[in-house]
């Protein structure tokens, strides 16, 4: 069985520091872990993908993650926020054969000028 | 081209009615899949098809029927719809479904409000 917790709701950060949001997976298989950014009233736009190979995964604007499974983390980071980063980020993991493709609850980052 | 689309982005309709969903992907994938996401956010697997196949069916009501005439469409067609239907449905595929490397692309979604 697959699941995936983000362990914050709402994330707020000012403009210019540096950006965390948390995401922990369990996975009975090795699994392929993504973070997904959807803007407000917009679809979702793959930010980046973990696949086993290297663990550290540079994304589009700037985000990255890095996989840890010792851990069974894959945080996103990005070192410094920018207005239009602001929207509802996903950490969705998949694989093993089921066909599924499971979302974590989201979380929604918030930048302060 | 848009790889994944859906039609409509909006549909308002009252208590009762049936409505259909269209999603066609011209990426040449084999898995298709319906997603709900509630006013919370919360995005939550419908169905998945691959190759017009079944392969997930998570506890909806029999009120959803999906229905793949081919590989490259999966429509959404619900009957007696209910106020609780009220969510944003995003249509997505992947090459292979729950295979590694593969992530999913999305559609932009469908707004369905039930009045």
């Known amino acids: 069985a697959q699941s995936v917790t983000q362990l914050d709701s709402h994330v707020s950060v000012s403009e210019g520091t540096p950006v965390l949001l948390r995401c922990n997976y369990s996975s009975s298989y090795s699994p392929s872990l993504f973070w997904y950014v959807q803007h407000p009233n917009k679809g979702l736009q793959l930010l980046l993908k973990y696949t086993s190979a290297a663990t550290l995964v540079k994304g589009i604007n700037g985000f990255e993650a890095e996989f840890k499974k010792s851990e069974t983390s894959f945080h996103l980071t990005k070192p410094s926020a920018h207005m239009s980063d602001a929207a509802e980020y996903f950490c969705v993991v998949s694989g093993g054969g089921a066909s599924k493709i499971i979302f974590g609850s989201g979380t929604r980052l918030s930048i302060r000028p | ?115």
Not at chain 2, 36 to 46: H, N
Not at chain 2, 68 to 84: F, M, R, T
């Open chain 2, 1 to 115: 081209d848009t790889a994944v689309s859906q039609t409509p982005k909006y549909l308002v309709t009252q208590m009762g009615n049936d409505k259909s969903i269209k999603c066609e992907q011209n990426l040449g994938h084999d898995t298709m899949y319906w997603y709900k996401q509630d006013s919370k956010k919360f995005l939550k697997i419908m169905f998945s098809y691959n190759n017009k196949e079944l392969i997930i069916n998570e506890t909806v009501p029999n009120r959803f029927s999906p229905k793949s005439p081919d590989k490259a469409h999966l429509n959404l067609h619900i009957n007696s719809l209910e106020l609780g239907d009220s969510a944003v449905y995003f249509c997505a595929s992947s090459p292979q479904g729950g295979i590694r490397n593969t992530e999913a692309f999305f559609g932009q979604g469908t707004r369905l409000t039930v009045v």
